[in-house]
C-alpha cells in the first residue's frame, strides 16, 4: 500500500524567495502523483499531475518533478508570493483504479 | 477540468441525528467514488471507495453502519452520517474518478459539526 510522507511540515519564507516542497512515497510502482493546494477551510485545487512516464511538469511558477526509483517528488515554487501561502498536498496512486493516498501536507507561509 | 459538487457545503446538526451528503460529478460520469475525511490541521483521509450499482468497500476502522455509502448512479454518490456524535465533526470531500482520463476530481467539501 503506497504511503505518502511530506517535509517539512511548515515553512516559512520572506517574498520572493524560490522555495522547494518534499514527497516521499514508498512504493516506485506508482502510477500518478499531483500536488494540490488547499487554503484554509476550503477544498483542494489541483496544482500539478505527473504520470508514472513522465520526470516533470510546470505550470507558471511552478515545477513538479518526479523520481520513481528514490520515491521523491518535489513542488519548486519560484519567486515567492504572499498569495502563496496555503498548505501543499501531494498525493501518489498505484493505479487507475485506486485512490489517491495523501501527505500530511506543507504549510506554507510567505511573508510580505 | 471536471466539476465535482457537494452538498451542503456545510451542515450543523444536533448529536444523534443523521445528515446526508452528496456529491455529484457535474460534467462526467464517476463509475468509482472516493470519500475522503479530514480532521483540523490533518490530511485527508480515505473512508470508503464506492462504485457505482454495488457495495462500497470501506478502510480498515471506518464503520459501514454508521457511514452509509450509495452510489445509484455514474453521476451520484451519498454519504449518510448516522446517529452523529461530535467527534463526527469533520471536513468530508468526496471524489470523482473519471474512467476515460483516470483521473481523480474533488468536491469542494462538506463541513459537518455535530453539536
Known amino acids: 500500500k503506497q504511503e505518502v510522507t511530506q517535509i517539512p511540515a511548515a515553512l516559512s519564507v520572506p517574498e520572493g524567495e524560490n522555495l522547494v516542497l518534499n514527497c516521499s512515497f514508498t512504493?516506485?510502482?506508482?502510477?500518478?502523483l499531483q500536488w494540490f493546494r488547499q487554503d484554509p477551510g476550503k477544498g483542494l485545487t489541483s496544482l500539478l499531475l505527473?504520470?508514472?512516464?513522465?520526470r516533470e511538469q510546470t505550470s507558471g511558477r511552478l515545477n513538479a518533478s518526479l523520481d520513481k526509483s528514490s520515491g521523491r517528488s518535489t513542488l519548486y515554487i519560484a519567486a515567492s508570493q504572499p498569495g502563496d501561502s496555503a498548505t501543499y498536498l501531494c498525493?501518489?496512486?498505484?493505479?487507475?483504479?485506486?485512490?489517491?493516498?495523501f501527505g500530511k501536507g506543507t504549510r506554507l507561509s510567505v511573508i510580505a | 477540468g471536471a466539476v465535482v459538487s457537494q452538498h451542503p457545503s456545510r451542515v450543523i446538526c444536533k448529536s444523534g441525528t443523521s445528515v446526508k451528503i452528496e456529491c455529484r460529478s457535474l460534467?462526467?460520469?464517476?463509475?468509482?467514488m472516493f470519500w475522503y475525511r479530514q480532521f483540523p490541521k490533518q490530511s485527508l483521509m480515505l473512508m470508503a471507495t464506492?462504485?457505482?450499482?454495488?457495495?462500497?468497500?470501506?478502510e480498515q476502522g471506518v464503520e459501514k453502519d454508521k457511514f452509509l455509502i450509495n452510489h445509484a448512479s455514474l453521476t451520484l454518490s451519498t454519504l449518510t452520517v448516522t446517529s452523529a456524535h461530535p467527534e463526527d465533526s469533520s471536513f468530508y470531500i468526496c471524489?470523482?474518478?473519471?474512467?476515460?482520463?483516470?483521473?481523480?476530481?474533488f468536491g469542494p467539501g462538506t463541513r459537518l459539526t455535530v453539536l
Open positions: 471524489s470523482g474518478r473519471d474512467t476515460h482520463t483516470d483521473t481523480q476530481y
Open positions: 512504493d516506485s510502482a506508482i502510477y500518478n
Open positions: 460534467d462526467f460520469q464517476a463509475t468509482t
Open positions: 505527473i504520470q508514472s512516464s513522465q
Open positions: 498525493a501518489g496512486r498505484n493505479s487507475g483504479n485506486t485512490p489517491l493516498v
Open positions: 464506492s462504485n457505482e450499482g454495488s457495495k462500497a468497500t470501506y
